[in-house]
Nanobody, 124 residues
Framework: VQLQASGGGLVQVGGSLRLSCAAP????????MGWFRQAPGKEREFVAA????????DYTDSVKGRFTISRDNAKSTVYPQMNSLKPEDTAVYYC??????????????????WGQGTQVTVSS
């Protein structure tokens, strides 16, 4: 599965961005999707995920109330809407997909496929 992440950029504190992750040509609905981010010098961390069944969502505490993840199976795309952005949100954001979930969606090792990453920079 080839994942295509896009939508990153430079935004001021308090601004918004909507990332997207597409998996063209695939039966998208059979995959659970996650987003992770990695800031310079830090480990990759979980941001948000949405399940293939019922679209249940999960978020890391630092983005709850600010980020919303959704999916459009007809377009084979998942969208994290990021609002009220803070400088600490600056990172490369990666999307990931898994078909048969073997553990928590907050764990990078659960995922089978990864996108190339898109840079998000929040300036103060």
């Amino acid at each position: 599965v080839q994942l295509q992440a896009s939508g990153g950029g430079l935004v001021q504190v308090g601004g918004s961005l909507r990332l997207s992750c597409a998996a063209p040509g695939r039966t998208f609905s059979i995959y659970s999707m996650g987003w992770f981010r990695q800031a310079p010098g830090k480990e990759r961390e979980f941001v948000a995920a949405i399940t293939l069944n019922y679209g249940r969502t999960d978020y890391t505490d630092s983005v709850k109330g600010r980020f919303t993840i959704s999916r459009d199976n007809a377009k084979s795309t998942v969208y994290p809407q990021m609002n009220s952005l803070k400088p600490e949100d600056t990172a490369v954001y990666y999307c990931a997909a898994v078909r048969l979930q073997s553990g928590s969606l907050s764990t990078p090792g659960v995922y089978d496929y990864w996108g190339q990453g898109t840079q998000v920079t929040v300036s103060s």
